[in-house]
Nanobody
Framework: QVQLVQSGGGLVQAGDSLRLSCAAS????????MGWFRQAPGKEREFLTG????????HYASSVRGRFTISRDNAKNTVYLQVNSLKPEDTAVYYC????????????????WGQGTQVTVSS
């Protein structure tokens, strides 16, 4: 069992940056691929980026490459999502999740999910 607890998010202005955190606990979570998704109202959950906890290898959706950065801190058991130059269309609920497969991009590939955190970008 893996538990994921998210923090960060909130109301920001266009052009701002923010960092979301996802603290993991539970046994063997270090063997997982950690992903970040978002879901805007009326839209499907969208894969953004992911990182291998063991190797640090990353994978990005082409739509976010350049503005989004994923990282991990093994000592704190935490994965981060840095988002720069925020746009109103980035408004969504953001989720972290854990999967067994490196490079997993489908929500159905992920076994564990954080509680989600709202990010609202005002213009």
């Amino acid at each position: 069992q893996v538990q994921l607890v998210q923090s960060g998010g909130g109301l920001v202005q266009a052009g701002d940056s923010l960092r979301l955190s996802c603290a993991a606990s539970g046994r063997t979570f270090s063997s997982y691929f950690m992903g970040w998704f978002r879901q805007a109202p009326g839209k499907e959950r969208e894969f953004l980026t992911g990182i291998s906890w063991s190797t640090g290898s990353t994978h990005y959706a082409s739509s976010v490459r350049g503005r989004f950065t994923i990282s991990r801190d093994n000592a704190k058991n935490t994965v981060y999502l840095q988002v720069n130059s925020l746009k109103p269309e980035d408004t969504a609920v953001y989720y972290c999740a854990a999967a067994f497969t490196f490079g997993a991009t489908r929500a159905t590939d992920y076994s564990y999910w954080g509680q989600g955190t709202q990010v609202t970008v005002s213009s």
